[in-house]
């Protein structure tokens, strides 16, 4: 915990590359971005998370200067740039498709930036060495793009925005168009850059796994509303609200209500039974009274589950049986029917033999404090 504090305060010291205060846009009567607040500090990696639609790429372009505000401020370094055009603003940008220019070669894709700023050619070739060192694409300067595979053309694209020293790098799904393997040996591509250049980068993705990855924090996203910034154990662990839990890993929600509220709250779930909960697992105390309605967040690693012997059910005991169950190796998924619900539980498989079948009675349980219990938005 007192880790987690002394992080927050080192955080705060640092200074903000960008700025986006009460940002919005419209296209039409479409809000794509409503009012969004967030700072991105420097030296970390923020990613924009979320559904495909939910103002990402908007606001990242935003950011870049290619789309105009329809409301709200953007500072970069400190200073307001609503006024200035996109290629005074200091961000390198890269795209889903890598766009490099087909008809340079690479040497010439990745020198375009100093060329334009007026670079001397011996510096500028003796950076583009180094740059293409830094993204192991050495002996390949010569090539044009159509002659490399996918992967090696993202690496073009990083070196080209990487070299003008961009005060953050903005990208926009960078890994999208790569399949599975090439994507996960990317990702470690970009934090060992990240590390090696200290660059600030906003990074775009609909990806929760690729985004829990490589975040310093991540922003979390829908129809365009920022619902919750924090480090991806934040997020996890301490949703805002039922979008994010739902959307960030994996989780069952079951419904109920208060009926009492001290040191345990007791809540009556809709599906039948009482269950107790620790007040830590309450994420607003202030809003959760006897009578509330809840939501009860439940992660399936969270969840204990055995076979079924008929013994009496205890505290914070579910019976049901196993509709439906997936093994993945280190895991093994299960599904259980109890009542209405569907419970998703996942068991270590490592631990044990696999004993539990489909169609079996079981068992599932859990500690008081680790359900985390959401004030219910009435749906
Ligand atoms: N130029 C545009 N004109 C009209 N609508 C747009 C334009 N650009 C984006 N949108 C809409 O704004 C919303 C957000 O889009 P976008 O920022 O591209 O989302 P994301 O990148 O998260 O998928 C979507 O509903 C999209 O259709
Ligand atoms: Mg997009």
Excluded: W
Excluded at 73 to 78: A, K, N, S
Excluded at 286 to 308: A, C, Q, Y
């Amino acid at each position: 915990m007192s880790g987690q504090i002394t992080d927050a305060q080192d955080v705060s010291k640092q200074k903000n590359v960008v700025e986006l205060n009460a940002l919005t846009k419209e296209f039409q009567d479409l809000v794509a971005v409503n009012d969004v607040t967030l700072s991105v500090k420097d030296g970390e990696i923020l990613t924009l998370l979320g559904p495909s639609g939910c103002g990402k790429t908007t606001t990242l372009r935003m950011i870049a200067g290619f789309e105009t505000p329809t409301k709200g401020e953007i500072r970069l370094t400190g200073d307001d740039v609503s006024e200035t055009p996109p290629y005074k603003r200091d961000t390198g940008m890269v795209f889903q498709r890598y766009a490099l220019f087909q008809h340079m070669t690479v040497a010439d894709n990745i020198a375009f930036g100093l060329k334009m700023q007026g670079t001397p050619d011996s510096e500028i070739d003796s950076r583009v060495s180094e740059m293409l060192e830094m993204v192991k694409l050495s002996g390949l300067q010569g090539r044009y793009p159509a002659e490399l595979s996918g992967g090696q053309q993202q690496r073009v694209a990083l070196a080209r925005s990487l070299i003008i020293e961009p005060s953050v790098l903005l990208l926009d799904e960078p890994l999208a168009n790569l399949d599975k393997k090439l994507r996960e040996e990317m990702r470690m591509e970009f934090l060992r850059l990240h590390e090696e250049l200290d660059v600030t980068m906003v990074y775009v993705t609909h990806n929760q796994e690729e985004a829990l990855m490589i975040s310093d924090r991540m922003a979390v996203m829908s129809d365009g509303n920022l619902h919750q910034v924090g480090t991806p154990e934040e997020i996890y662990l301490n949703p805002n609200d039922e979008f994010v839990a739902d959307f960030i890993g994996q989780a069952t929600f079951l419904s109920g209500s208060v009926t009492d509220a001290g040191s345990i709250y007791t809540i009556e779930l809709q599906m039948g039974g009482v269950i107790e909960v620790a007040r830590s697992s309450i994420e607003s105390p202030d809003e959760t009274e006897v009578g509330s309605d809840v939501n009860v967040l439940f992660r399936p690693e969270k969840f204990h589950i055995e076979k079924h012997t008929g013994a009496d059910i205890g505290r914070n005991q579910f019976t049901g049986h196993v509709e439906e169950s997936t093994y993945l190796g280190d895991t093994i998924e299960y599904y259980v029917r109890a009542g209405n619900e569907r419970i998703q539980v996942n068991q270590q498989s490592l631990t044990q033999a696999r004993e539990i079948d489909d169609g079996d009675e079981v068992l599932i349980s859990f500690d008081e404090d680790t359900p985390l219990v959401l004030p219910s938005r009435g749906q």
